[in-house]
């Protein structure tokens, strides 16, 4: 009887909540707030599930939606999604976790979806990188906590979060990222700068993933130009054009006195990464987003509960730091939150996704290759 009750009202509530300005995330928090068992209320009621789903659909409808319905397809996402669901209200239920996770526009992707916006990256350019630049480590002062999107030394040196979309291009984002701050150094602007021309015009693989390195070299090869993204706009599905549309942009260098080169940072130094993190600026890093396909548990894992990340800081013990490297950010601060010391990590997948488009990710750890292969772009 309990459950039927719950089922009457928690249908009726779908129905009001719907319109309101709630996450999905907090309405079915709110549903299910009363029950300790939330993992069975969701198993015996089939159809709150699918009104779930419904809301689910109306803020990230998917494109099967707007033709001929095939419940096949349909069908699988809702299971995904219902499976997705299952794992976060277990997760978040688990005292020892020091995150939490929720339901966002991934939620019902299947693993070729999520697949897709995790790039391939090159491991031969990534053997040869330490030829071209490297630094010294030294020792600094540096604070214990540091945030570039809310001091005043450099203004406007991180910009809004982006979406790149059904894309594996975070190379791209990631690295115009890290040289935002030396736009607004040098223009004293605020200027997103246009991931779109890399994905089109740099000497990488589109939308099937790119390097660090073949893209900075893209860059110094354009005389160091790059469009600001009101003059290079992305696409609406964030895919690569047939053709570079516009090689032309803003100049990021001094006249030549200080020019845009980069250096990549020690292996597995967190010390010396958080130093430059403070003295230079956001630093490009790459990482293990894990993947769903395949039968790694660990990898698995990883995968989806980085796809879900909602706050805290996110640890996944036994995260490989050097295989299966398939995804690029950008570390823009760092901190220490209940003793533990973190990254302020800024991701590519939306506002939606993460701390609105942020994750705090457990430094000292070299947590899923954070630290393995760091690089920093910039005036010198």
């Known amino acids: 009887m309990q459950y039927l009750f719950f089922f009457v009202v928690g249908l009726s509530l779908v129905g009001s909540i719907a ?26 009621n089939p159809l709150l599930v699918e009104r779930i789903y419904r809301y689910y659909q109306q803020k990230y409808p998917r494109a099967e939606q707007s033709r001929d319905f095939d419940s096949t397809i349909l069908m699988k996402h809702k299971e995904i999604f219902k499976e997705n669901l299952k794992m976060i209200l277990a997760h978040n239920q688990n005292p020892q976790s020091t995150f939490k996770l929720k339901l966002n526009h991934m939620s019902d992707w299947t693993d070729e979806e999520s697949a897709a916006i995790r790039a391939k990256i090159p491991v031969e350019p990534i053997k040869t990188m330490s030829r071209i630049g490297t630094v010294q480590q030294r020792t600094l002062t540096v604070p214990d906590t540091y945030d570039w999107r809310n001091q005043t030394r450099v203004p406007n040196a991180v910009t809004p979060i982006k979406d790149q979309r059904h894309c594996g291009s975070c190379y ?13 150094q040098i223009y004293n602007a605020s200027g997103p700068l246009s991931a779109q021309q890399l994905i089109d015009c740099s000497y990488e693989s589109g939308c099937e993933g790119g390097s660090f390195v073949g893209t900075f070299r893209y860059i110094k090869d354009n005389g160091d130009r790059l469009n600001l993204e009101k003059d290079y706009p992305s696409t609406p599905n964030g895919a690569k054009q047939d053709k570079c549309q516009n090689s032309s942009g803003q100049v990021l260098n001094y006249n030549q006195t200080f020019a845009l080169q980069y250096r990549q940072l020690p292996t597995n130094n967190e010390a010396y990464m958080k130093q430059t993190v403070y003295e230079q600026g ?20 990883a995968s989806t509960k980085f796809d879900h990340y909602a706050t805290g800081i996110y640890d996944v013990p036994g995260c490989p730091t050097h295989e299966n ?21 800024k991701n590519s997948w939306g506002a939606s996704w993460g701390d609105n488009g942020y994750i705090k990710i457990k430094r000292n750890s070299n947590m899923c290759g954070i630290a393995t292969w760091p690089f920093y772009a910039g005036l010198f």
């Open 282 to 301: 956001p630093i490009y890093v790459y990482y293990n987003a894990g993947k769903r396909e395949g039968n790694n548990t660990v990898l698995r894992e």
């Open 19 to 44: 319109s309101s300005s709630n996450s999905i995330q907090d309405f079915v928090d709110q549903l299910l707030s009363k029950y300790d068992n939330k993992l069975d209320v969701i198993e015996k």
């Open 172 to 184: 791209a984002f990631a690295m115009v990222g890290a040289l935002e701050k030396t736009y607004a």
């Open 325 to 345: 490297m398939n995804h690029a950010m950008v570390i823009i601060g760092y901190g220490t939150e209940n003793g533990t010391d973190y990254w302020l990590v």
